[in-house]
């Protein structure tokens, strides 16, 4: 019963933590927002600087198709207008140099800029063409991706039960044709396995593709923006909310930064923060994805913002109106409740009057009582827990007081001994002995002897100690103490801290180890424990003595 309350307990702190985690990233989107203006012009200056390399002399025209490839590159998510325009010209110039590769790449980005932009017969017609033009190896993996982002982007717009799932098979094909042509290891291979196993509502093999991008260095922006998004789409469909919401959060957030305008991650999350209630930052996400689609030109983002605004908007409008009314009838409670005070107060103030001093006079007497107790009751506690503390100690001292005298004598008897035979044998001028006699005096010996001792006169004092300390380890990490022993060396660290030597460098000193080792056998037996690591010293000193 205590496992089962403290798993639902664990259970409890875990949602808890990720609706604090999700409140964090709202306000760090919130933030984000703020700055795209910023970010935005970054991206203004950059393609204002890639423009300008075009004005350079003597261009070849492989270098203009490489420089207006450039500027494509960063308008084509950003801005579909000018990526358009772009993607002619490229088109133009691959004709003019005659180069078949060329001319199928500046295809393929015309494509893909009308895919963005929701033209699905315009694509399906650019896309057709390029499939009767010879398309090179290198650029087959995006020729294939791209039709099968077509099905899917076509299937996610008929949105039904019946073309959709023919849709979807279609673009699962033409992913397996282009993972083919994509190098294991790179982003695409590895997205795109993971987008094929989702498509196939294979959760668990597509979510373990996508973890691995984002636990991988050096994504940009929008390949992070676009594997989180893809990510939370697995977490939604088994229900966790919570982590679905964080992830298009972060998938957001990378957008703004890379000032990626076409994205769906921010619709996505509009969506789900409306379902959730929140209608404050569903309403600014949404307003910010129309925002980006309306600068962007992005015609399907637009029926898609139009599908959510208004019932954002409604919420939004139909929670104004029961505030108000809310307003009304507590403005008139609180009048009536006013009027109905200021009659009864002059009839009750003559009582209160009256009483008020007795009344003072009594919580006085009983406030000055009450702490009179309560003084009392700690005092209490705390003499009974030092009269403990100083029966213990008295057990201890007079222990390891008689226990030691007796050893003093028996050292100083050894040492007379041996200062006695020395003397003797120096006498006799007989050197030779004298080592052999030194040499038969064993120090290690002695030690153990010492740290027997110890054991035995701890063991009197806690008789119970070895079994205390194995019901705080894990069944499988019990101590096991060999035949004849009574300590181990972890057992006599902590019987040294439950005797109060608390200092690591004097344990190590007694015990003839390093400061590092002590830490070390000190963690690792605190690693054991089925208490938690911080807990587990305290549970220790709380072991009593007979």
């Not at 261009?59 to 801005?79: C, D, G, N, Q």
Request: with cysteine; net charge neutral.
């Amino acid at each position: 019963m205590k496992q089962l309350l403290f798993c639902f307990a664990l259970v409890a702190a875990f949602l808890q933590a990720a609706r604090g985690n999700n409140d964090r990233l709202l306000t760090s989107l919130s933030n984000t927002i703020r700055l795209t203006a910023s970010y935005d012009q970054a991206r203004i200056k950059e393609i204002g600087q890639l423009r300008g390399a075009l004005q350079s002399p003597g261009l070849s025209p492989a270098e203009r198709f490489l420089r207006h490839e450039r500027i494509y590159e960063a308008y084509k998510v950003f801005h579909y207008d000018s990526a358009y325009s772009y993607a002619i010209r490229l088109v133009k110039i691959a004709r003019e140099m005659n180069n078949p590769g060329h001319l199928a790449a500046a295809n393929l980005k015309l494509s893909f800029i009308l895919l963005s932009t929701g033209l699905y017969k315009e694509t399906h017609d650019s896309l057709s063409s390029l499939s009767r033009q010879q398309v090179p190896d290198s650029l087959k993996g995006d020729y294939y991706a791209l039709w099968g982002r077509y099905y899917y982007d076509v299937a996610g717009y008929a949105n039904d039960h019946f073309h959709s799932v023919d849709y979807d098979l279609q673009g699962n094909r033409y992913l397996d044709s282009c993972l083919l042509w994509y190098a294991p290891g790179s982003f695409e291979h590895v997205y795109y396995s993971g987008l094929k196993y989702f498509k196939q509502n294979k959760q668990k093999e597509a979510s373990s593709f996508f973890e691995q991008l984002l636990e991988s260095p050096g994504l940009t922006y929008h390949q992070y923006a676009l594997t989180a998004s893809t990510q939370s789409g697995i977490y939604l469909q088994n229900g966790d909310m919570d982590k679905g919401i964080a992830l298009l959060i972060q998938a957001t957030i990378a957008d703004i930064k890379s000032s990626t305008k076409e994205t769906v991650a921010i619709f996505h999350l509009a969506e789900l923060l409306y379902k959730k209630g929140d209608l404050i930052h569903a309403a600014m996400c949404i307003e910010s994805a129309i925002a980006n689609a309306e600068f962007y030109g992005a015609r399907q983002r637009k029926v898609q913002a139009s599908s959510i605004l208004p019932l954002i908007e409604s919420e939004r409008i139909s929670g104004m109106e029961q505030q108000k009314s809310i307003l009304i009838k507590y403005a008139i409670v609180v009048t009536v409740l006013v009027l109905a005070l200021v009659a009864l107060t002059w009839i009750i103030l003559k009582q209160v009057k009256k009483l008020k001093q007795a009344q003072l006079a009594l919580q006085e007497s009983n406030a000055a009582q009450q702490v009179a107790n309560v003084q009392l009751q700690e005092s209490n506690q705390r003499l009974a827990v030092l009269n403990e503390k100083l029966e213990e100690a008295n057990k201890i001292q007079e222990e390891y007081i008689g226990h030691f005298f007796n050893m003093d004598s028996e050292f100083y008897s050894k040492l007379d001994k041996i200062k006695t035979t020395i003397e003797q044998k120096l006498l006799e001028k007989r050197y030779e002995d004298i080592r052999f006699f030194l040499n038969k005096i064993d120090a290690r010996k002695e030690k153990e002897e010492l740290l027997l001792s110890f054991d035995r006169i701890f063991l009197k004092l806690f008789p119970n100690f070895v079994a205390q300390v194995n019901e705080l380890l894990r069944p499988d990490e019990k101590l096991v103490l060999k035949d004849g022993e009574m300590l181990n060396t972890d057992l006599r660290i902590f019987a040294l801290m439950r005797l109060g030597v608390s200092d690591t460098e004097k344990i190590a000193s007694v015990l003839e180890y390093s400061v590092k080792t002590i830490y070390s056998y000190k963690s690792r037996l605190k690693n054991k424990a089925i208490v938690p690591v911080e807990e587990f010293e305290q549970r220790i000193m709380q072991i009593k003595a007979l």
